[in-house]
């Protein structure tokens, strides 16, 4: 059975600050892994997909990178801004459905 | 080009009525799924929709049903609703390919939190 596990579970860091999330899961045979911002009590935003077939995405200050093999994902947020604070969570796709971390919640103080 | 939407994004209700839940996905997508968030579980998967076919089901008692529209849109309905149900419902949709393969983006709702009394 897929577990997706994501540490820490909250982190504050002052504005201006690189960080990084991570997330692993348990069984490699994945289709996808999708990584989604969730500002409280709003919905999922999608930030980056990266295919079973690719090491790593980039969008602007994101960047996420995926090794199948060893079961890990990190998203490596450069300069942080207050804006960033939100729950970032990772989701792998195995058939039609997606598994869920239960996030990181990340708060950047200015 | 418009997200995909959720109706009502509020309610309430009392144990042991039902529910109907709305969500009408991106336009040109094909699969809508359907997950509920609560503090303690996380997001889990409930069922998903390819064609007005459930294709997939989650770990969750036959109170929870759906199905999907030739537009694609799709409902969730929750029956003889528990203190439980509380919850965040989310819908998602993404593309499909020919081969009906789904190994594309979700995209999701805002959602409906439900509230139980």
């Known amino acids: 059975k897929q577990e997706v596990t994501q540490i820490p579970a909250a982190l504050s860091v002052p504005e201006g600050e690189n960080l990084v999330l991570n997330c692993s899961f348990t069984d490699s045979a994945i289709y996808n892994l999708q990584w989604f911002r969730q500002d409280p009590g709003k919905g999922l935003t999608s930030l980056l997909l990266?295919?079973?077939?690719?090491r790593e995405q980039t969008s602007g200050r994101l960047n996420a990178s995926l090794d199948k093999s060893s079961g890990r994902s990190t998203l490596y947020i450069a300069a942080s801004q207050p804006g960033d604070s939100a729950t970032y969570l990772c989701?792998?796709?195995?058939?039609?459905?997606?598994?869920f971390g239960k996030g990181t919640t990340l708060s950047v103080s200015s | 080009k418009a997200g995909v939407t959720q109706t009502p994004r509020y309610l309430i209700k009392t144990r042991g009525q039902q529910v109907t839940l709305s969500c009408s996905p991106i336009?040109?997508?094909?699969?809508v799924s359907w997950y509920q968030q609560t503090p303690g579980q996380g997001l889990q998967f409930l069922f998903e929709?390819?064609?007005?076919?459930?294709?997939n089901k989650g770990n969750f008692p036959g109170r929870f049903s759906g199905r999907q529209f030739s537009n694609s849109r799709s409902e969730m309905n929750v029956s003889t609703l528990e203190l439980g149900d509380s919850a965040l419902y989310l819908c998602a949709s993404s593309l499909v390919s020919i081969s009906g393969l789904n190994t594309g983006e979700l995209f999701f709702g805002e959602g409906s939190r439900l509230t139980v009394l």
């Open positions: 990266i295919q079973s077939s690719q």
């Open positions: 989701a792998v796709k195995a058939g039609t459905a997606l598994i």
């Open positions: 336009s040109g997508h094909r699969s």
């Open positions: 929709y390819f064609s007005e076919t459930q294709r």
